[in-house]
Antibody, heavy 116, light 106 residues
Framework: EVLLVESGGGLAQPGGSHRLSCETS????????MSWVRQAPGKGLEWVAS????????YYLDSVNGRFTISRDNAKNSVSLQMNSLRREDRGVYYC?????????WGRGTPVTVSS | DIHLTQSPSTLSASVGDTVTITCRAS??????LAWFQHKPGEGPSLVIY???SLELGVPSRFSGSGSGTEFALTISSLQADDFATYYC?????????FGQGTQLDI
């Protein structure tokens, strides 16, 4: 069974930093691109970032480019999202997602609140 | 960026009804379109990929159609478990983008 479990969500201050992690199991992790997708309260889904199998190709939503960094550890079957210079509009539930063609398996998400 | 216009934003229906949700892309994405079902407290789940391919384990009452810029998701004989929010998403290239969502209510 494919499982993706996010952790690290919580309260962060505007301008501060926060790191999300995603532990995966049930599939050969190093064969897949991985992504983060978020959902702000009362809003729709928004793709945030993706990383390729080796970690040397990354793509970001324009509004987070330069502030967020996606990374992966193929030895630990995990993917992370380092979020710096946080803004109130970065708040929401962050989902870890596997890419196989499209976004085929999702975690249950971890909530991030940005508030002083 | 490719913009997806999804309609309607809300849809009221009853068990047994057939409903259709549409998704229009701002440029040709061939068949690089997926549909997701999202219920509160859960991660979204893939329903349709490549515009019309049914994800394994998804009931056959779900069907997808379209190519290029015009797409649709049809749910036949609605069941109680189908009431959720549905999103289209394009994966023709980065940045991936989503439609605004359709909340399917009883």
């Amino acid at each position: 069974e494919v499982l993706l479990v996010e952790s690290g969500g919580g309260l962060a201050q505007p301008g501060g930093s926060h790191r999300l992690s995603c532990e995966t199991s049930g599939f050969y992790f190093r064969r897949y691109w991985m992504s983060w997708v978020r959902q702000a309260p009362g809003k729709g889904l928004e793709w945030v970032a993706s990383i390729n199998q080796d970690g040397n190709e990354k793509y970001y939503l324009d509004s987070v480019n330069g502030r967020f960094t996606i990374s992966r550890d193929n030895a630990k079957n995990s993917v992370s999202l380092q979020m710096n210079s946080l803004r109130r509009e970065d708040r929401g539930v962050y989902y870890c997602v596997r890419i196989s063609g499209t976004l085929d398996y999702w975690g249950r998400g971890t909530p991030v609140t940005v508030s002083s | 960026d490719i913009h997806l216009t999804q309609s309607p934003s809300t849809l009221s229906a009853s068990v047994g009804d057939t409903v259709t949700i549409t998704c229009r892309a701002s440029q040709n994405i061939t068949n690089s379109l997926a549909w997701f079902q999202h219920k509160p407290g859960e991660g979204p789940s893939l329903v349709i990929y490549k515009a019309s391919s049914l994800e394994l384990g998804v009931p056959s009452r779900f069907s997808g159609s379209g190519s290029g810029t015009e797409f649709a998701l049809t749910i036949s004989s609605l069941q109680a478990d189908d009431f959720a929010t549905y999103y289209c998403q394009q994966y023709n290239g980065f940045p991936y983008t989503f439609g605004q969502g359709t909340q399917l209510d009883i």
